[in-house]
């Protein structure tokens, strides 16, 4: 009899946790798991900011996807995902045609524009690790032309850093360019003082809906690093020349810049919206058990699938935290179906969250209790390394993981 093929879409966190969750579930003989991932690597979201600043190199960020799955249960193939077509079950590739018996999409975030004109034309976006490196080679780029250039033609908006969003991936991005800017500094011989990093955040204070003591705290810390803070001010434009916020009802202001960085929110893959499913902004209102609603053989987990937290009667939000959890629901649950058992609902447990200011200081809340500085920072470092072990065992985490403050 034929076995019956899992199909799993994306190896970020959600879908890696799923097939090495299922390899260890499943004999040989059970399924064919099978996985597409674009690159032959996978690579740590969560510390993008660090390559995209600098602090960490784009390699440091990344492993080969071979390291961690058993290619005697599991099929990898590199290829880009084009259309899925969840009538039909079948998912095109620029590998060809793939049928399924059990879909998992798991194909993870873009950075959300909000129709805000010229963001996709004039800003970057921590999106992934080349779009990081990017990020880092045009601003020292930017650092390199201005210190070379004759003196009388020096256009120091080169030196003028826009950082969209006060979120997460804006204060984390911030911390680790207010460490590196110095470093620039002293390779380019430009004076500190030439150069502005300027957050541009729409709410009325940073990290909205964080625990304010703490927001006062990473302001503090970060102000003193020579970061700037526009609040209440949302980017409405971006050009060639730099960005249009909003000051006032009728007021704008125009910050001249050759670098904007747009961390303000994320959604689900566009390729979602090209199903049959619904969605809002390619986020996907999954079933208590990871299912895409009235289909009984697709399973969506990470950034693309959309939870309410029914305590709080809102969203849980798109974090890696919960991804993992949901790749290991959906692959019990997969495991369940294939021994026709029902399925279980998919309940976060979440430990809390901690945001970096720079690789030595941090802000969190973690099991109810708040911390700050070096404490904070080690636990940053203990989560980093906890998600490489879930994924990869010690070899992965000795390998990979982060270890300067042990
Ligand atoms: P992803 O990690 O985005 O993985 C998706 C995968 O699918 C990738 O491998 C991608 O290459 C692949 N893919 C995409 N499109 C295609 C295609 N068409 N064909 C083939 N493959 C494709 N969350 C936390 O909990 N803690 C943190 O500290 C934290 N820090 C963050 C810092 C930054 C800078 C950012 C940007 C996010 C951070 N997050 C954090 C959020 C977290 O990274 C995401 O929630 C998480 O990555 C979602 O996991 P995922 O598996 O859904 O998708
Ligand atoms: P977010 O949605 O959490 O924050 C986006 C910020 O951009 C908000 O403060 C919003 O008010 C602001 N914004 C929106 N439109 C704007 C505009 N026009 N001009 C200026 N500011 C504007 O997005 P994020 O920070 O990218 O985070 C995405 C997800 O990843 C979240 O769930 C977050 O918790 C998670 N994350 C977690 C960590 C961590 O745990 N350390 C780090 C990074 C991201």
Redo the contacts with the bound molecule.
Sequence with gaps: MKRPTILV????????MTVTNLQKKLGVNEAEIVL????SY??E?????EA?AGTLEPSEVRYDIKDVIDQSKVNFIQ????KIDVDEKVVL?TAGEHTYDYLVI????EGETFGIPGLEEHAFS???VLAARRIRDHIEYQFSTWATEPEAERDDSRLTFVVGGAG??GI??LGELANQVPVWCDAYDVPREKVRVICVEAAPMVLPGFDPELVDYAVAQLESKGIEFSIGTPLVEATEEGVKIKTGEEEFKFIETKTVVW?AG?RG?R?IEETNIESARARVRVEPDLRAPGREDVFI????AFMINEAENRPYP??????MQQ?QQCAANIASLLAKKPTTAFVPDLKG????LGSDDAIGVVFGKKVTGGTASFM?KM??NRALFMVGGLGLTLKKGKFDLL
């Design positions: 879409l994306g190896a970020g966190y959600g879908g890696l597409i991932n674009k690159n996978h690579y979201s969560t510390w993008l900011h995209a290829a880009e995902v084009t590739s798991a194909l993870g975030f921590i999106a992934n997460f991936t984390e991005f961390a994320v893959n390729l987990v990470g950034d693309c798109p974090t890696a935290q919960i991804a790749g969250s901690v945001c970096s940053k989560v980093d």
